[in-house]
């Protein structure tokens, strides 16, 4: 995990509040200094008493070769061991250089047909050595998913990754619903992430049915 200096941190918020303080002769509310330090180094604040943990995440990157950089920046400032992605937009023929980030290994089911789509997962290579995708009889394309199977000190992980295109009804999760529970009959820990373009404010839509 990375060491966060918390202390650092915490001192250099004190010494911006500090400066306006000074600066308007007056308290500044600590909320709005907050806003003012980045929202990795706030995840960062949050997950530091956590860190004996594995750190995982997921991200609807809108395509990794596009946002690469801006995407391994935030993966390793964080420090995440297992990290879900989906429209990630690689192709057959997308270089590997557009989507490989180093100290990581990629599992990845792509959407060769069509535009944007494709899920994954980046697992750190200290986790990676036994990883494998595990697959499913579930033929549908909607939602996309992939299912890959770790083992850290013996014990087996399943996480799965599940997009739903926005344009898709919101029945194709009952569709794939016999699929995950037999998973998680054969895998005692189950993570499962996703972008499933749910909208619980319009729940008289048709789509939502």
């Not at 003012?36 to 750190?55: G, P, Y």
């Not at 992430?193 to 008289?204: A, C, E, M």
Request: net charge positive.
């Amino acid at each position: 995990m990375v060491d966060i200096d918390i202390h650092r941190i915490l001192s250099n918020i004190g010494s911006m509040a500090q400066e306006i303080t000074n600066a308007n002769n007056r308290k500044f509310p600590l909320n709005l200094v907050c806003d003012m330090i980045s929202s990795v180094d706030k995840i960062n604040l949050e997950l530091n008493k956590f860190r004996q943990f594995l750190a995982i995440g997921h991200l609807n990157t809108v395509s990794i070769p596009l946002h690469k950089d801006s995407i391994y920046r935030v993966l390793k400032k964080i420090d995440l061991d297992i990290f879900g992605v989906s429209e990630t937009n690689i192709k057959k023929n997308t270089p590997k250089d557009l989507y490989h980030f180093p100290g990581y290994k990629f599992f990845q089911k792509n959407r060769d047909l069509g535009n944007s789509g494709g899920v994954g997962v980046f697992l750190k290579e200290e986790f990676s050595s036994n990883a494998k995708i595990i697959n499913v009889n579930f033929k549908q394309s909607q939602p996309e998913h992939i299912f890959v199977e770790i083992e850290i000190k013996k014990v087996k992980i399943l996480v799965g990754v599940l997009y739903k295109s926005p344009n898709i009804r919101y029945g194709v999760f009952g569709d794939i619903f016999e699929t995950l529970a037999f998973l998680t009959t054969k895998y005692e820990n189950c993570i499962f992430l996703g972008d499933f373009n749910i909208n619980q404010l319009t729940p008289d839509k048709p789509d939502h049915k």
